[in-house]
């Protein structure tokens, strides 16, 4: 089994930024991606970046230029960082584990999320 516990959200004004953690742990493997999606409320949960084991990524258009993965394989790590915040990208933030891909159903160990909210 693996478990993932994010870390590092909070409450921040429009424009500034955040970096936000998570820690895997249990049975991984290496060569496994990591990703990160959100969830607004009344709203489905949406991807925003991922990073294959070797550093190859994804990232959609909404968070591009402003968002950045990165991870270390040594310690189980994921990172993002979020810089220019828009008050739209307040939602809880979710750490996976899976396959590289853009889609929720190609991950299947999940974080219990982290909330981020950004003010005007």
């Known amino acids: 089994q693996v478990q993932l516990v994010e870390s590092g959200g909070g409450l921040v004004q429009a424009g500034g930024s955040l970096r936000l953690s998570c820690a895997a742990s249990?049975?991984?493997?290496?060569?496994?991606?990591m990703a990160w999606f959100r969830q607004a409320p009344g709203k489905e949960r949406e991807f925003v970046t991922a990073i294959s084991w070797n550093g190859s990524t994804y990232t959609a258009d909404s968070v591009k230029g402003r968002f950045t993965i990165s991870r270390d394989n040594a310690k189980d790590l994921v990172y993002l960082q979020m810089d220019s915040l828009k008050p739209e990208d307040t939602a809880v933030y979710y750490c996976?584990?899976?396959?590289?891909?853009?889609?929720?159903?190609?991950?299947?160990?999940w974080g219990q999320g982290t909330q981020v909210t950004v003010s005007l």
């Open positions: 996976a584990i899976g396959s590289l891909d853009t889609t929720i159903q190609a991950y299947h160990y």
């Open positions: 249990g049975r991984t493997s290496s060569r496994y991606a």
